[in-house]
């Protein structure tokens, strides 16, 4: 089954780290550029990070020098990661994992993180 599913959030403190991590099950994954995507309470979901199927990332400004992005492609999965270091209150968001050029596979469950202040 094509599905994407988030894990590894939680609560942590200030200047703390989390380790995200997405399962996406499916060779379609394989050669898609993935991205992680937060949405705060009554926004829109935006990008954090993209990692090219290729391997080459990019960040919002944001979180430039603290989250790195990663994948590891395998032969009907991808598992991509986000290390996320110095976390700040702002960063407290429901963060999602997404291949944007398959809009048609749904959103996953997302995995909350908060980070207290």
């Known amino acids: 089954q094509v599905q994407l599913v988030e894990s590894g959030g939680g609560l942590v403190h200030a200047g703390g780290s989390l380790r995200l991590s997405c399962a996406a099950s499916g060779s379609i994954f394989t050669g898609e550029d993935i991205g992680w995507y937060r949405q705060f309470p009554g926004k829109r979901r935006e990008m954090v990070a993209l990692i090219t199927s290729g391997g080459r990332t990019n960040y919002v400004d944001s979180v430039k020098g603290r989250f790195t992005i990663s994948r590891d492609n395998a032969e009907n999965r991808v598992t991509m990661y986000l290390q996320m270091n110095s976390l700040k209150a702002e960063d407290t968001a429901v963060y999602y994992c997404?291949?944007?050029?398959?809009?048609?596979?749904?959103w996953g469950p997302g995995t909350q993180v908060t980070v207290s202040s």
């Open positions: 997404k291949a944007p050029g398959i809009p048609t596979i749904p």
